[in-house]
């Protein structure tokens, strides 16, 4: 049977098609998709597609501003049933977050009910809450019944949604907006409106206006939970030149006096998108961390306003100095960052500078003026067509009548009859701005027009006001046929319309007056950590399970510390609080505590794993004081070392510092300071090797070099020795021992060695 050539094909019929080429171009539509249709925001109206379909459908359900509330369930069931065929949460998340005004610096949902707070706590439930618009949505929509954007089919073609909306304002910069695409992503900040809407009247003056100019009218963004931006103004400029860039933005904060010299920190302003909970948990870390030790204590005291206490330790700390040391360490600063990827003209993404985003804007509002006029000039025709068969009905009343009454087919008639025009003798041409021809005939729309007008229409009164209207919509055609003929005026109404958006959500308002501020940072975030430390004297004590404690005072390090059942005593030495205590693992890592972050002595201490990530299968070999200009010789218990300075050891996270590198089944075995001129090698095998530290290599970080060769075992002990003063130790009767001529185990670094001289100890340890 032949194949009819009409026919459809067969989707179902396997298709050759070699897998690069399949995977690449369905993933390239993916991406489109999600780059066009969900993460990038339009730069006309500043939305993406869920925000721009949330609002046309509640315009839709008719609710405005100041008209009642709906479900929010209500909503979130018709955006997705009619525009978004998304999950009912994702849609009433996004719903959601316009009504959040710590979130939105103009929101765009007035919602009643729980909808999250500034602690980061989600909102209620859909079918709890209500909402419906705010003014400055109904601002972004206004012009939509007047042709002023395009419209398609939603997604299954059975209804229209506009593709962009009229936007009477830069919804773009004023909101801001965020989203990660494929291979893309965007961030931008809020901004002030009053700000851009002078930046855009600038550019409407001053189309090349220059970036410095523009900045300077427009200095930065404006977060809706206020704060203060630090950022360098040539950094702010560069950022607003390239579209990338980023923010610094710290908390706003002030000191309370409480009297007697007593003080505390109030905490009234966070950094945007910062938890306030997640906030007042770091702070706690801080304190109980200790990394800023003169921090004592923090309240949470906020009710409808953010109010955070910070109390100091003591009152003799410097403000500045605790705020700085707070701002490296917690969120009380973030860096927001800047990257202005959107959509220029609804299909390409660009990452545009703050130039180029008002230009999109005010381009996008130059075509809905026009087209909003080209649409009331087309009223404006239809409705003088009308008028004009109006005021012939009126001039030949009794005529219409006789058709009205006796013809069979009445419109047709009107159509046919040739009317005359001219005015009755009663009325004088004066009363007339602009005459009518003499005689014609009707149209359609003027004869269904008469045929639908009411008897009540037939008064006198009435044929007057038609005709001043008639007049009132010539003198506006004029108006609007100039309007679209001339660019100046043009730009002169869009000049008039964001004037009237700048009364209304301007700096005037509560909403519109600026929240963040802007200072320079200052060089307090310098300060060292030390500076901020109270310098007591310390005793370090650490038992043989690692529990770790820090007395004050210098103790006498012979005495008898407690312990838990089953420990015992293992490391005691003197510091001060100021000191950082380094812990050196049988992992090879180095590890850092400052000294007055060392738990107290009232106890037995705290495990030091706690503090430190240190493994539960290395032990710690050693706790001493860093010293800046010390040197130390590391070891491992195959029998190779080297010697790093003590700078090269100092760790900045909990982690450590990998010092020492091992292999399989070698362990660091020994950490000995450098206080001398040769170095001293004892293995397993009781040999003993001295030889020159200056054939030891000084290294950050590596495995080292030979030591000492064995044949069986590895490295027992070393230490570092002056050569002209001998090798000293302590024989098992507890008498001190002292060799003077050490020229028999004299040797080459890598060298086997001699055995150890009669009377040296059995444990193969120099003590």
């Known amino acids: 049977m032949a194949q009819d050539d009409d026919a459809l094909p067969d989707l179902t019929a396997p298709v050759a098609e070699p897998l690069r080429r399949a995977l690449g171009s369905r993933y390239l539509q993916y991406a489109l998709s999600t780059i066009m249709h969900r993460a990038l925001p339009d730069a006309r109206d500043g939305l993406k597609p869920v925000h721009r379909r949330i609002l046309f459908a509640m315009r839709e359900l008719k609710l405005a501003s100041n008209g009642g509330f709906r479900k929010s369930a209500k909503i979130t069931g018709d955006v ?42 989600n909102p209620a439930a859909a079918r709890y809450t209500e909402a419906r618009m705010t003014a400055a949505a109904e601002a972004l929509l206004e012009g939509l019944a007047e042709n002023a954007v395009d419209f398609r089919p939603n997604y299954d073609g059975t209804l229209e949604e506009p593709i962009v909306l009229p936007a009477a ?14 291979g893309m992503a965007t961030n931008i900040p809020p901004h002030n409106l009053d700000e851009l809407i002078e930046g855009c009247l600038a550019l409407i003056t001053t189309p090349d206006l220059p970036d410095e100019d523009l900045v300077k009218l427009i200095p930065g963004p404006d977060f809706p939970t206020g704060g203060v931006v630090v950022e360098p103004r040539e950094q702010i400029l560069n950022a607003y030149k390239t579209g990338r860039g980023s923010f610094r933005l710290r908390a706003r904060w002030q000191v309370e006096d409480l009297g007697r010299g007593q003080w505390q ?68 600063e973030t860096r927001f960052s800047l990257n202005m990827n959107v959509l220029v003209d609804g299909v390409t993404p660009r990452v545009c500078g703050l130039r180029e985003v008002l230009r999109a804007f005010l381009d996008h509002r130059r075509e809905v003026l026009t087209r909003r006029s080209q649409h009331r000039l087309d009223k404006i025709d239809h409705r003088l067509e009308v008028l004009e068969g109006f005021i012939i009905a009126f001039l030949n009343l009794d005529r219409v009548i006789d058709i009205i009454r006796y013809d069979e087919a009445p419109r047709a008639a009107l159509m046919r009859e ?41 008064r006198r ?41 700048q009364a209304k959500f301007g700096k005037a308002t509560d909403l519109g007056r600026r929240r963040t501020d802007f200072a320079e940072a200052g060089e307090v975030e310098d300060v060292p950590l ?24 210098h103790l006498a390090l012979d005495q008898a510390f407690k312990f838990k059942d089953g420990d015992e005593g293992r490391f005691a030495f003197h510091a001060e609080t100021t000191d950082k205590i380094v812990i050196f693992g049988s992992n090879g890592r180095f590890y850092t505590l400052m000294g007055v972050n060392l738990p107290g002595g009232r106890g037995m201490g705290e495990p030091v794993r706690l503090m430190i990530d240190l493994p539960n299968e290395a032990e710690i070999l050693d706790i001493f004081t860093h ?22 050891i100092i760790a900045q996270t909990r982690s450590g510092r990998q010092v020492l590198n091992l292999k399989e089944g070698v362990r660091a075995h020994v950490c000995r300071r450098v206080e001398g001129d040769h170095l001293a090698v004892v293995g397993e095998n009781r040999k003993l090797l001295i030889f020159a530290l200056e054939e030891l290599p000084e290294m950050g970080r590596g495995k080292g070099v030979r030591l000492q060769s064995y044949k069986d075992g590895g490295l027992s002990d070393l230490r570092t020795i002056t050569l002209a003063e001998g090798l000293s130790w302590k024989d098992p009767a507890g008498r001190t021992r002292l060799e003077t001529d050490l020229t028999e185990w004299q040797g080459k670094r890598a060298s086997a060695g001699r055995m150890a001289p009669r009377g040296f100890p059995r444990d193969n340890q120099f003590n």
């Open 627 to 648: 010293k800046p200009d010390l040197k130390l010789v590391v070891a491992s218990s195959s029998g190779d070392g080297f010697i790093v300075p003590a700078d090269e």
């Open 418 to 458: 040739i009317w005359g025009r001219k005015f009755p003798r009663a009325m004088s041409e004066a009363d007339y701005i602009s005459p009518a021809p003499s005689e014609g005939e009707l149209t359609e729309v003027q004869a269904e027009a008469i045929l639908n007008m009411r008897l009540r229409s037939l």
């Open 265 to 332: 920190v109030i905490v009234t302003e966070i950094p945007f998108q910062v938890p306030k909970s997640r906030l007042i948990e770091k702070l706690a870390e801080v304190i109980q961390t200790r990394k800023v030790p003169l921090l004592a204590d923090i309240r949470d005291e906020s009710a409808d306003d953010v109010r955070i206490v910070l109390e100091p330790k003591s009152r003799s700390v410097d403000p500045e100095m605790l705020m700085g040391m707070l701002f490296k360490n917690s969120d009380l």
């Open 169 to 182: 304002f830069p919804n773009l910069l004023a909101n801001g907006a965020s989203g990660i695409a494929v």
């Open 80 to 121: 997705m049933g009619n525009y978004h065929p998304h999950g009912d949460a994702a849609i009433y998340d996004a719903m959601a977050r316009l009504a959040q005004d710590f979130n939105v610096r103009y929101p765009l949902v007035d919602g009643q009910g729980n909808f999250g707070n500034i602690d980061g706590d």
């Open 530 to 553: 030390e500076a901020m430390i109270e310098r007591e004297p310390i005793t370090v004590v650490c038992s043989k399970m690692g529990w770790i404690r820090a007395m004050k005072g």
């Open 461 to 501: 009164l009435e044929e007057l006001e038609l005709k001043r209207e008639r007049d009132a919509l010539l003198m506006e055609r004029a108006g609007l046929e100039d309007l679209l003929a001339s660019d100046r005026l043009q730009w002169k109404q869009i000049g008039t319309e964001l004037r009237e958006v």
